[in-house]
């Protein structure tokens, strides 16, 4: 079952701008989860964020979580074409130790 | 460098045939999964395994078997009782048991069903 659903599906922004995109999950979460995949590959970790947290960064990365509201979002700052890709968030229902459970992903196109 | 490998990329099968995908890591984790994608799909849970000769059933088992024989090798094999198999096949793997923490993901093997 999904337990993340991604927001907006599909993305496309000018090369330098901001790209933002939202999940929303359903049970309670030990942390969350955001990927990335480029085309016809597999998919790379970005971020962690643990239910404690309220928000994280990493280089052009932040994420931000909101567990009263069972919502995180995904923001990249400068955006490069480089970062045409695929973005899914993922949980673990429940915090148990099987499988991470995705969402649907947000396509992101950035134009140059 | 550590990793997981997965093979073939591409695969064309016939129905009503056998097909067996391949994972392998070397990265020592003991939790491997397989995950199937369809096109502008999320990823969903096949099965999965947390320790050698050990594995448990996924959010969609049903046409997919498993094995856990050695610590780097999970092997997928899709059984010609799986209606739909074409599909973009995806192996992860993490540390160990009850970890919490990121998957660690193959490039993938793509198979179509002629």
């Known amino acids: 079952s999904q337990q993340g659903e991604e927001d907006p599906q599909a993305l496309s922004i000018q090369e330098g701008e901001n790209a933002t995109m939202n999940c929303s999950y359903k049970?309670?979460?030990?942390?969350l989860q955001w990927y990335r995949q480029n085309s016809g590959r597999g998919l790379v970790h970005l971020i962690l964020?643990?239910?404690?947290?309220r928000e994280k960064h990493s280089g052009r990365l932040r994420v931000t979580l909101d567990t009263s509201k069972k919502s995180s979002s995904l923001l990249i700052t400068a955006s490069r074409a480089a970062d045409t890709a695929s973005y899914f968030c993922?949980?673990?229902?429940?915090?148990?130790?099987?499988?991470?459970?995705f969402g649907k992903g947000t396509h992101l196109i950035i134009q140059p | 460098d550590g990793g997981i490998t997965q093979s073939p990329k591409y695969l064309f099968r016939k129905e009503g045939q056998n097909v067996t995908l391949s994972c392998e890591q070397n990265?020592?984790?003991?939790?491997m999964y397989w995950y199937r994608q369809d096109p502008g799909q999320g990823l969903r849970l096949i099965y999965y395994?947390?320790?050698?000769?050990?594995?448990q059933k996924g959010d969609i088992a049903e046409g997919y078997s498993v094995s856990r024989e050695k610590k780097e090798s999970f092997p997928l094999t899709v059984t010609s009782a799986q209606k739909n198999p074409t599909a973009f096949y995806l192996c992860?793997?993490?540390?160990?048991?009850?970890?919490?923490?990121?998957?660690?993901f193959g490039e993938g093997s793509r198979l179509t069903v002629l």
């Open positions: 993922a949980t673990r229902p429940g915090g148990g130790a099987d499988g991470l459970t």
């Open positions: 049970t309670s979460i030990n942390n």
């Open positions: 964020i643990r239910s404690n947290e």
């Open positions: 990265l020592n984790h003991d939790a």
């Open positions: 395994s947390q320790i050698v000769n050990d594995f």
């Open positions: 992860a793997s993490t540390p160990f048991q009850g970890n919490t923490g990121e998957l660690f």
